[in-house]
C-alpha cells in the first residue's frame, strides 16, 4: 500500500477505505438475490422477508452501537464490524435454507449499522479537526465501492457461476480494504470531543440541577422539532429510493426486461456510476444553487424518470431509468446530513438512523408489493418514494454551504 504524507489526506483515504468497503460488501450480494432467490426457492414475499430481516437488526442495532462505541471506539468499531461483514457474504454463499439466511441477514444488518456509525463518526470527526469538507467525496466513495460490486459481479458472472467463489473474491477485497483504513483513522483522542445541544442545555440549568437537565435531555431526544422530523421523512424515503436500487434493479432486468443474465447486474452499476459522478460535482451544485433546490429537482428527476422507464418498459429505458436515481439521488443524503448537523448533535443522530432503517427496511416493503401486485409496481413505489422527497424538502429550512471549507461549529451549533 502506498503512502501519504499528508496527515488529512492519509485519514481521508482511510475513512473513504470503509465507506468503500460497506458500498462494496452491499452491492456483492445484493447482485446475487436472484442467484439467492433461485436456490432457496423463495417467492418475492420471502425474499422480501429475507431483506427485512437485515432492516430490523440494522435498527435494533442502534442501542448495541452506543454501548461498542464506548468500550471500543469508532476505530475498532469499525474494523469489529468489517469482520462481521466478510462473515456474513461466506456464510451467505454456502447457505443451507431459508431460516439460516434470515439469521444470517439480521446479522448482516447489526453489522452494518455498526459500521456506518463508526465511519460517519471518524468523518464527522476528520471534518472538525481539520476544518476542511469531506462529507460529500467520503459519500461518493460509498457508491464507487457498489460500482466495484456490481462490476465485479458482472465479471464473476462471465467466468463462473459459483457464488462462492464469488464470494470469496469479493471477501478478499473487503479484508484489504478493512486492513488498510486501520493506520490512518482518527483514535478517539485524536477526534475533538462535540459538545451536544443537550449537555449545553443541561449546563445552563440553575444551581447545576442534574435531574432537570437529565429531564430536559430525554425530551429533547423522544421530542425533535418539525423540522428534524421533515429531514428523518427526507432521509427515509430517499435511502429507501437508493436501497431499492441496488436490491431490484437486477431482479427487474432479469424478469420484467428480460436482460441476459451477465447484464442484470448493471443496473447497479449504472446507478453508481451517476451516483459517484454527481456527488464529485456535489458541492459545486450546492454552492451555486442551495441545498434545497438541489434536494428538490433532482428528487423529482429520479422520480419522474423512473417512473417514465417503467411506462415505456425494456432494457434500455430501465438502464436510462435508474441513470436519472443515481444522478437525482445522489447529493440529496448528503444534503440532509448537513441540514441535520445544523440541528444540533441530537437531530443528526436521529436521521442517520433513519437513514440506515430505510435503506435495508424499504426495500422489503418494495418486495412485498411486488408479490400482491408485480415488481413493475414495487419499482413505481420506489419512483413515489423519491417524489416524496422534493415534499419534505420544501419543509426544511436549508442554508447556504462553503464549496471547499466547514465551519467546524457546524458539527456542534444547534
Known sequence: ???????????????????????????????????????????AAELGLLL??????AAASFPLVAVLTKRLGSRRLSFVSAAGLVAVLLALAVVPNYPVALLIMC??????????????AQGAALEVKFERTTMARLHATFSAGSLL??????????????MTAHFAVA???????????????????????????????????????????????????????????WMCCAMAFGTVTEGAMNDWSALYLKD????????????????????????ISADNWRNRWGDGRIVRVGSTLAGAGLALA??????????I?????????????????????????????????????????????????????????????VAASAILVSVCAVRIRWTAVLPDRVDARVLTET
Open 1 to 43: 500500500m502506498f503512502r501519504v504524507r499528508d496527515d488529512f489526506r492519509r485519514s481521508q483515504l482511510a475513512v473513504a477505505a470503509l465507506f468503500c468497503f460497506l458500498g462494496l460488501q452491499y452491492a456483492t450480494w445484493a447482485s446475487r438475490l436472484p442467484t439467492v432467490k433461485s436456490r432457496l426457492d423463495l417467492s
Open 52 to 57: 427485512m430481516a437485515c432492516g430490523a437488526g
Open 107 to 120: 446479522f448482516d444488518g447489526v453489522a452494518v449499522g455498526c459500521l456506518n456509525v463508526a465511519m460517519n
Open 149 to 162: 460490486g456490481a462490476l465485479l459481479a458482472s465479471g464473476m458472472n462471465l467466468l463462473t457461476s459459483s
Open 171 to 229: 471477501g478478499a477485497i473487503l479484508l484489504l480494504l478493512a486492513v488498510y483504513s486501520q493506520p490512518g483513522l482518527l483514535t478517539d483522542d485524536q477526534a475533538p470531543a462535540e459538545k451536544t445541544a443537550s449537555d449545553e442545555a443541561a449546563g445552563d440549568t440553575a444551581s447545576g440541577d442534574k435531574a432537570a437537565g437529565a429531564k430536559s435531555r430525554r425530551k429533547r431526544l423522544t421530542m425533535p422539532s418539525r423540522v428534524t422530523i
Open 256 to 279: 420484467v426486461a428480460n436482460a441476459a443474465s451477465e447484464l442484470a447486474p448493471m443496473g447497479i452499476a449504472v446507478v453508481s456510476v451517476m451516483m459517484v459522478l454527481a456527488r
Open 310 to 319: 417503467l411506462l415505456v418498459g425494456g432494457v434500455v429505458p430501465a438502464l
Open 321 to 381: 431509468g435508474f441513470a436519472c436515481v443515481g444522478l437525482g439521488m445522489a447529493a440529496v443524503t448528503p444534503c440532509v446530513y448537513v441540514a441535520a448537523a445544523k440541528q444540533g448533535s441530537d437531530a443528526l443522530a436521529l436521521v442517520a438512523a433513519m437513514g440506515v432503517t430505510g435503506l435495508l427496511a424499504g426495500p422489503p416493503v418494495i418486495g412485498f408489493i411486488a408479490s400482491a401486485s408485480s415488481l413493475v409496481w414495487g419499482m413505481g413505489a
